[in-house]
C-alpha cells in the first residue's frame, strides 16, 4: 500500500488504557504528569478513565470498559486517525479475557504510526520528547488512494 503523511498537532488526542494490575501505576504516572497533560485531550477505557478523572481531576473521555468492547472502541478511533498517541500499560504476566482486542489496539497503533508506551519509562520517554507539545508529520497508509484504485 502507498503512503501519505498526516499532521499531528500539538494538542495531541491520548488515549489511557491499563490492566487491572497495571492501573496504579498508570494513575501514578497521571498524576505526575497532569501539569502536562492538561493541554491535550484524553480518552480511555471505561474504568481507568472514571480512576484517572476522579484522582487527577483531568478531564477524560471515557469510552466502555475494555473486556465490554472499550479496547475496540479506542482502535476504531485510531483507524479514523482521532487518536494521535496511545499510553497503554498492559499486563504482559496475567492473561485477560479479551486478549485479542489487545493484540487487534497494538496492531492499529502500529499500522496508523502513532506513537505508543506500554509501561512508564516509555511513557515518560514520550511526554519529555520535543514532539510531544509541538507538530510532528507522521508517514501513515495511503488508504483513500488505496480504494480508489479498488473501486475504479
Not at 490492566?19 to 497532569?34: F, I, Q
Not at 476522579?54 to 478511533?77: K, R, W
Amino acid at each position: 500500500m502507498e503512503s501519505t503523511t498526516r499532521k499531528i498537532t500539538a494538542s495531541k488526542n491520548i488515549a489511557l488504557v491499563a490492566h487491572d494490575h497495571c492501573k496504579p501505576s498508570l494513575l501514578s504516572w497521571t498524576k505526575k504528569n497532569n501539569e502536562r497533560l492538561q493541554t491535550h485531550k484524553l480518552y480511555a477505557t471505561g474504568t481507568t478513565g472514571n480512576l484517572i478523572h476522579q484522582h487527577t481531576g483531568l478531564p477524560v473521555t471515557s469510552m466502555l470498559s475494555g473486556p465490554m468492547g472499550g479496547d475496540q472502541q479506542i482502535g476504531s478511533m485510531i483507524a479514523e486517525q482521532k487518536i494521535d498517541l496511545l499510553i497503554f500499560f498492559w499486563d504482559p504476566l496475567n492473561a485477560v479475557p479479551h486478549d485479542p482486542d489487545v493484540k487487534a489496539l497494538l496492531r492499529l497503533a502500529t499500522v496508523w504510526n502513532i506513537p505508543v508506551a506500554t509501561n512508564p519509562a516509555t511513557a515518560d520517554f514520550l511526554i519529555t520528547s520535543p514532539y510531544f507539545d509541538n507538530v510532528i508529520d507522521v508517514v501513515i497508509p495511503d488508504y483513500e488512494s488505496y480504494l480508489n484504485k479498488r473501486t475504479n
